[in-house]
């Protein structure tokens, strides 16, 4: 376990890639949905050089607890690296971790955060993948990609991995197409 100084407790990067492996496993067994969300806080490196280390302590322990108030008790977060969160959702496909993206940018990242003696305006971007079933490394590597491409987009930009692993829901709201020969 990793702890920011007082932070709600983290994973490490090494304990959240077991407990996706767990998850995988579950969910292969269990045949639900499983989803992994990479959030990262833009321009980290810049904030982390103006705030100095305590006050970019305090910044993350404070944007850890927000994202701690929204899991759920089965969910897991872990800190991948300076400025960079994993989310692993059980039950949760792609498109509902996409949702979660979300909400966590508007409550997570609406208001400033107080680093030391002052107040900064964090902004976040959000890569999603979900596991289908597909190895841990792999899911975690689309999920990079997708976060990659959302910072590409700019602040506050949500990136959902784009793979065959899951269908998409709204493929069942299509209406059928009546045909015109068949009406009575």
């Keep these: 376990m990793l702890c920011i100084r007082g932070a709600p407790m983290l994973l490490s990067r090494d304990a ?3 407990a996706l492996f767990c998850e995988t496993d579950r969910a292969q067994r269990m045949k639900t949905p499983l989803a992994v969300i990479y959030c990262g806080i833009d321009d980290w490196v810049r904030w982390l050089s103006q705030l100095g280390e305590p ?6 322990h404070e944007i850890a607890g927000r994202i701690t108030r929204l899991l759920r008790c089965y969910d897991s977060l872990g800190q991948i690296a300076g400025g960079e969160f994993a989310l692993v959702l059980p039950g949760c496909n ?23 003696n002052e107040q900064v305006q964090l902004a976040g971007c959000f890569g999603v993948a979900g596991s289908g079933g597909r190895s ?9 990609r997708a976060l990659k491409n959302a910072r590409v987009r700019g602040a506050g ?3 959902r991995c784009a ?11 299509i209406p059928v197409i009546e045909d015109e ?4």
Excluded at 94 to 116: L, Q, T, W, Y
Excluded at 181 to 184: D, F, G, M, S, V
């Design 181 to 184: 020969a068949l009406r009575w």
């Design 163 to 173: 793979t065959d692993a899951e269908p998409d829901p709204a493929m069942f709201l």
């Design 136 to 144: 841990p490394f792999v899911v975690l590597r689309d999920a990079e």
């Design 94 to 116: 792609s498109f509902n971790a996409a949702k979660m993206s979300e909400r966590m940018n508007i409550e997570v990242f609406r208001a400033p955060v107080v680093a030391g």
């Design 16 to 18: 959240l890639v077991s």
């Design 55 to 60: 006050g970019s302590d305090a910044a993350m």
């Design 157 to 159: 930009s949500i990136e």
